[in-house]
C-alpha cells in the first residue's frame, strides 16, 4: 500500500421538482415500520447510505428517513419500512438489504417529505447524494441516475480531505464499504495530488536536511548545491514510486491502491487482515488479488533511482530487492495503523455505517 506521508465527500444530487401527493402524507409510525436494520444473511446484500442538507448547504439532524422496497417480498407484497435519523453530521445508512428497487421518504418538521429512487445491484453500496430539504410547501421527486464514474468522483473528493489530526494526508483509504472503482484518470490524479501535497513537499525537505546533517548519500556534497540535490532526489523518489505504484500499473493491471478499512471483526482478524493487505488489493472487478502494482512498483522505484543517485550510493540488484522487502514491511505497519490508530485521529471521515473500530 501507498505509504501514509505519500497516501491518505459532500455530494449534491440532481434534483428534479415534482408534485408528489403520496410523498407529503405524514409518514406514520406504523407497527409494520422497523427502526432497526433487516437481519445479515441475505444473499448479495446492499446498503444505501447518504446525507441530508437544507438549502443552505447545512447538514440536518433528526429527519427521519423511510425506505420501501417494492417487491422485495413477493408474499408480502413488498418488504416492510425501516426508518432510521440523520445523526449529527446529516448522515444515515441501511445495511444488508435485498438487491431491486428502492424508495426513501425523508420528513422534517416545518420542510415538505422528499422522495428518492433507485435500484440496489447486488453487494451495492449505493451513494444516495445529498438530500437537500425544502421548506413546507414544495415536494421534490429525486430520482438518481450517478454513474459509477461520479460516485467514484464524489467519494474521491471526500478521501482527498482526510488528514490525520487535521494535518497529514490519509488520501489511500477508504472507509466506505464496497466503494466503485476508481478509474485511471482518477487513480493518476489521486496519486499526482498525494505527490505535491504541501506537507508531502514539508516532509521530503525535512528528510533532505536529516540526510544531510548525517552526510548520507555523500556524493552530493554539502550546502546548499548538496541540499539541493538529495532535496530533489526524494522528491523523485516519492513522486516515482506513487507514480508506478499507485496510478501506472494499477490502471494497467486493474488494481485499487487503496487500503480498504476493515473495522469489524475479532482483533486477530483485523490485524491479519492489515498484514495480508500489504501483498494484497482489491481489484477493480471487486475481487481480491496479489498486489503486482506495489510489489514491482517498489522495485521498479528502486531500480529508476539508481539513475540519480550517486554513483558511489548506488544500490545493486540485491540491494534493490532488500528495500522493497523491506518496503513491504513497512506498509504491513502502517496498514497495522490505518486499521486500529489513524481513523480516530482522522477528523473527516465519513459515517457511512461501515465497521466501527
Known sequence: MIGLAAAASAQQPVLRAAESPAANEALPDAPGAQAAQPESGIAGAASIHGVVEDREGAVYEGAKIALSQPGADPRSGGA???????DSNGHFSFSNLPPGQFRLTVTANGFAPQVLTGTLQPAESYEAKAIVLTMNGTTSDVTVTASQVEIAQEELKQEETQRVLGVIPNFYVTYVPNPPPLTSRQKFNLAWKSSIDP??????????????ATNSDSGYGQGAQGYAKRYGAGFADSLIGTMIGGAILPSW???DPRYFYKGTGTTRSRVMYAIENAVM?????????VNYSAIIGGLAAGGISNLYYPASNRSGIG?????????????????????????KLTPRVPNYGAGKP
Open 199 to 212: 506537507v508531502t513537499l514539508l516532509a521530503v525537505g525535512v528528510f533532505a536536511g536529516i540526510e544531510q
Open 253 to 255: 493491471w486493474k488494481q
Open 319 to 343: 540491494l534493490t530487492f532488500e528495500n522493497a522487502l523491506i518496503g513491504t514491511g513497512e506498509s504491513a505497519v502502517s496498514n497495522l495503523f490505518q486499521e486500529f490508530v489513524i481513523r
Open 80 to 86: 416492510p419500512s425501516l426508518i432510521t435519523s440523520s
Open 281 to 289: 488489493c482489491k481489484g477493480d472487478n471487486g475481487r481480491w488479488q
